[in-house]
Nanobody, 128 residues
Framework: EVQLVESGGGLVQPGGSLRLSCAASGFTFDDYAVGWFRQAPGKEREGLSSINLRDGKTYYTGSVKGRFTISSDNAKSTVYLQMNSLKPEDTAVYYC?????????????????????WGQGIQVTVSS
């Protein structure tokens, strides 16, 4: 059974940092891609960043490029999202998700519908 469990969320002041973790199990980690997404109240879920766990290639959406960094520890089957210079508009529920068709990742890396399995989500609130 595929499981993805997010951790590391919480309340942080504007300008602060958080590191989210996504612990994965139930699939061959190195053969997959993992992405990070978020959904704010009243908004659609959006793709933020993703990583091809086989070759390490990463993808970012423009609003987080330069502030967020995705990485993985394949030995621990865990993907991280380091978030710096956080803004109030980064407030949302953050999700990680996995996808197995990594050959097509270049076309769908941040597409919500491309991912097969999802974590339960974790709240990130940026507020003073």
């Amino acid at each position: 059974e595929v499981q993805l469990v997010e951790s590391g969320g919480g309340l942080v002041q504007p300008g602060g940092s958080l590191r989210l973790s996504c612990a994965a199990s139930g699939f061959t980690f190195d053969d997959y891609a993992v992405g990070w997404f978020r959904q704010a109240p009243g908004k659609e879920r959006e793709g933020l960043s993703s990583i091809n766990l086989r070759d390490g290639k990463t993808y970012y959406t423009g609003s987080v490029k330069g502030r967020f960094t995705i990485s993985s520890d394949n030995a621990k089957s865990t993907v991280y999202l380091q978030m710096n210079s956080l803004k109030p508009e980064d407030t949302a529920v953050y999700y990680c998700a996995s996808a197995g068709d990594i050959r097509s990742m270049g076309s769908y890396a941040l597409g919500v519908s491309w991912y097969d399995y999802w974590g339960q989500g974790i709240q990130v609130t940026v507020s003073s």
